[in-house]
């Protein structure tokens, strides 16, 4: 069960958005399991295989605020690497039900009451862009 994670991500090698989407700190867990390592440890080469890129920019807008945000995470550092796996997961999953729902904020709050994993965030990612960068 625990190997079931490792080989998913190789068979989502090369394959840019697979790796984006099992990017989250859920995966982090599942991996940092497998190998019997706290996820700390785990981060660096977790985040680093699933981003593919040495460091990323995570950038987006809120539709509740119109507010904008940008985030540079350097993805060898183990905090700024588990953040950066975090960050995005949620991210990801409120921009997908965003767009889910018809980017209707009604139906996305619905969304939000109905959620009963409590990952989904209140405020609505209505953006969002990755930045890979090579250092």
Request: aromatic share 8%; proline share 2%.
């Amino acid at each position: 069960m625990k190997k079931d994670i490792i080989s998913t991500i190789q068979a989502a090698r090369g394959n840019r958005s697979a790796l984006l989407a099992l990017a989250s700190s859920e995966t982090l867990d599942l991996v940092a399991a497998a190998y019997n390592v706290s996820p700390q440890h785990a981060a660096p080469k977790v985040a680093q295989r699933l981003f593919d890129a040495k460091s990323v920019t995570i950038k987006g807008s809120s539709q509740t605020y119109s507010k904008g945000f940008s985030k540079r995470y350097d993805l060898t550092d183990e905090n700024q690497a588990c953040r950066a796996l975090q960050t995005w997961g949620v991210r990801s999953l409120s921009n997908r039900v965003w767009h889910q729902v018809g980017k209707d904020i009604d139906a996305y709050y619905a969304a939000f009451e109905a959620d009963k994993t409590g990952l989904l965030p209140r405020h609505s990612t209505v953006e969002l862009k990755l930045i890979r960068h090579n250092k």
